[in-house]
C-alpha cells in the first residue's frame, strides 16, 4: 500500500486532463489521413558469410547432428567441402558455414585438435576472402563462435571470453538480436565467465575484468538482463576486496542498468542493503525510487544529497539546483504542486550555460526540469531546455576528441584535465527524451529529424541494443509514424521490439506506448500492441505490473483518440491481470476501476460508468482514506458521470468535498469544480451560485499570460461556456452573455476552433 500511496498521481493523472469536460460531448478524434495499408516493411539487408549459407547439405547435416547422428552429419559435409572445391575452388564463401558446421560437431565429439585446425583454416580463408572483398567481416561471428566454444571446452577460459565477446556484436548484426547463435554465444560466454570464477574466485582481478567485458557487450546488443547478472558479480567482488569509492562505482553503473531495464525496485534493494553514502549514490537511489515511485523516499534520499553538498566547503550552485530541481518533480508527481513556482525559470535556465567540468551535474538538472514541465502537461516548453541540454553535450564530446587526437608541443607540461568525460550515452538519452517532447506536441517531422542522426552515431558507440539507443529507435519510428511513412516506422519498431524496449519509468513507458499505439491505429496488418505487450510480458512475465500498467496506458491513448471500445477493453485487461496478481481490495486495482469508468462514461454510458466509478470510491476509502488525492480523483470521476447521466443527487456534497480539497487545487480544476457546484445548486440558492462563479472566474487561470496548453485552453473555455449557462440560469444574463464571449474567445485562438465553436453554444445553453 506505500507503493500506491505514494504514486496515487500516476494512477489519476490522464482522468481529468487527458480529455474534455466531463459531462460535456466529447469531440471526435481528429481524423487520420486516408492512406493504403502499408505493405510489411522488408527486413535491411545484412551480408551474409556465403550465398549457399543454407545450402540442402548444411540443413541435412543439422537435421542429423540434432538426430544425435554426428558421423553422418561430418559426412555429408565433407561431401559437401569436396564438392564446392570443385565447383568454385579453394577461396569459395560457400565452405564458411560448411567448415564451421564441422568444426562444431567435433566439439561436440571432443575432438578439439581437430576442431582447431579447422577453425585456423577456416580464419585464414575468412581474412583472404574479406581482402578480396568476397565476403562481410560480420560472417566471421561464425566462426569466432566456435572457437570460443572450443577454448571454453579447452578450459581457455580468458580465451573463450575474448572470444565469444568479439562474436557476438558480429552475429547480432549478421542474425539480429534473436538469432539462435547470439543465443548460443550469449552462454558459451556467461559460462566461461562463471567457470573462471569457480577457477580464480569472485574477488580476483581477472575475473571482475571478464564481468565487466561480459556485461559490456551484453548490454550493447540489449541483452540486459544477463548485463546486470553480471554487474551483479562485479558489485559483489568488489564489496569484498575493495574500497568505498569503487564499491560506489560500481554499485552506481549497476544501478543506472537496472534502472532502464525497468527493475529500479530492485536496485533500490540493493542499493539501500550497503553502507555508502556518497551523494551521487543517493541521488541515484533518489532516481531510482522516483522512477519505482517510491515518491516520499525518492523526495528524503534528494534532500540528503543536497544537504551534503550545501554543507561542503565549496557548494556547487548549479549541484544545488540540479537537487532542487529533482525535489520538485518529486513534489510534482505526487500532486503537491500544481504550478511552476516562481524560483524554477531562475533555477532551470542557468544550467544550459554550466562549465565544462559541471556539464553532467546541469544535464540531471536540465533533465529532471524537463520532467516536471512535461508532467504539468507543457512538453513544449520542455523543448528548449532540452535543445540546450544537447547542444552542450555534443559540444564538449566535440572538444573531447579534438583533445585526444591534439598533440602537446615538445616539452610543454602535462596538464591534467578535472573536466568530467561525455560519451555517446548522456547524449542519446537528452536526444531521444528531445525527440519525445517534439511528437508530443505533435512535431512528427522534428523529431525524427533529431532522433535519426544521433540513433546511427549511438548505435556505433554504445552498440545497437543499448537501452538508450533503442529509445531513440523507438522516439524515431514515432516520428516517422506521424508523417505516414509507416515502411520506415514499421522497420524500427519491429527492431526496438527485437532488442527488447528498455522501460526507465511509467513516463517513458507512456511515451513508447503511445507510439506503438498510433502504430496500431495506421496498420491494420499487425498486432503492434499486442507485440508491445508479449514484449512486455518476455521482460518481466505475465502478472507484472509493468504488464498492466502497458495495457492501462494503451486505454489512456484509445480514450484520448475516442476509440471507447478499445479503451475500455485494455482498462479490463489492465484490471483484470491486477485483480489476479493483488487482490480485489488493492488500491492499484480501484484506481483501475476508475479509469474503466472514465472510459465508460465517455463512450456514453453514465449510468454504468457512475456505478463503476461509486465502487472505485468505495474500494478507496477503505483502503486509503475519505480524504487521500486517490480518493478524490474517483469522486471526480463519479460526479462527472453522474453529471452525465441526468441524476444530481448527492453531487453537490461531492463537489464540495472537491473544492475543499487542497489536492485538487489546480486552478482548472478548481474553476471546474465550483462552476459545476454553481450549477448544481443554482435553482435552491442563486446567491451562492453567483459567488461560486464569481470565484471560479477569479482564478488565475483566466489570465492571458497564465501558462496553458492547447488541451487546458480547450477545457477552460468548456469551463466559460458552463458559467455561461448557469449565470442565465439564474437570470444574471448580462454576466452570462459576457462569459460566453469569454469562452468563444478562448475557442477561436485553438486550432479545432470549427468544431469547438458550435460546442461551446450548446454548453452554454441551460437545459429546458
Known sequence: MIAFVDRWGECFSRLFLAVTM????????????????????????????????????????????????????????????????????????????????????LVDQEQLPAAEALVEKTTALHESLLKAGKISKESLGGTLLVTARIEAAAKRFLAAIEKATQALPLLDKLEGPRSEDVARGSEILEMAVENLERLLGPTDTMTSDARSKAADVFESIGQLDRAIAQRKGILASVSARAGQAEIDDAAVRLGRLMGIAGRSAEAVGILESDSGTSAARLRLLGELQLSSNQLLAADASFEEAMRLETASSKPSPNVVAADRLRRLLVAVRRGRVNALPDWFAKTLDPLGKASPAETATAINGIIAGSEILVTLGNPAAAISPLSSAASMLKKQLGGNKAKAKARPKKGAPVVAEVVQPVSSGPIAEVTARLAAAHLAVGSAAEAQKIAEPELGAAAVT???????????????????????????????ASQALAYGLPRPDDAWEENLTAVYDRLAASDAHKDWRGDFIAGRVRQFGEGHPHVATAWSLFGSARLAAGDWPAAIEFFSKALSLQRTTLGESHPDVAASVALLAHAQRASGDPAKAAQTAADAVNMLEQSVGLNHPATLEAIDVLVAARLQAGVKDGVADLLRRLCGAETMAHPIRRAYHLTRLAEVTATKDKATSRTRLQEAMALPCWKSDYSLTPSQRQQLADIAAYAARVYRMIGDDAAGKTTLLTARSIALRLDESGSLLPRIERLATPEP
Open 22 to 105: 466531463a459531462a460535456a460531448p466529447a469531440l471526435p478524434p481528429k481524423k487520420a489521413p486516408d492512406a493504403t495499408p502499408p505493405a510489411k516493411a522488408a527486413d535491411p539487408k545484412l551480408p551474409t558469410p556465403a550465398p549457399e549459407s543454407k545450402s540442402v547439405a548444411v540443413e541435412e547435416a543439422r537435421t542429423l547432428r540434432a538426430a544425435g547422428r554426428l558421423d553422418e552429419a561430418l559426412q555429408v559435409l565433407r561431401t559437401a567441402n569436396r564438392e564446392i572445391k570443385q565447383a568454385d575452388g579453394e577461396m569459395s564463401p560457400r565452405l564458411v558455414p560448411v567448415n564451421n558446421l564441422a568444426a562444431d560437431i
Open 462 to 492: 554504445l552498440g545497437p541494443g543499448d537501452g538508450r539507443v533503442n529509445l531513440l529507435r523507438a522516439m524515431a519510428a514515432g516520428g516517422a509514424s506521424g508523417q505516414g511513412n509507416h515502411e520506415a516506422a514499421m522497420a524500427l
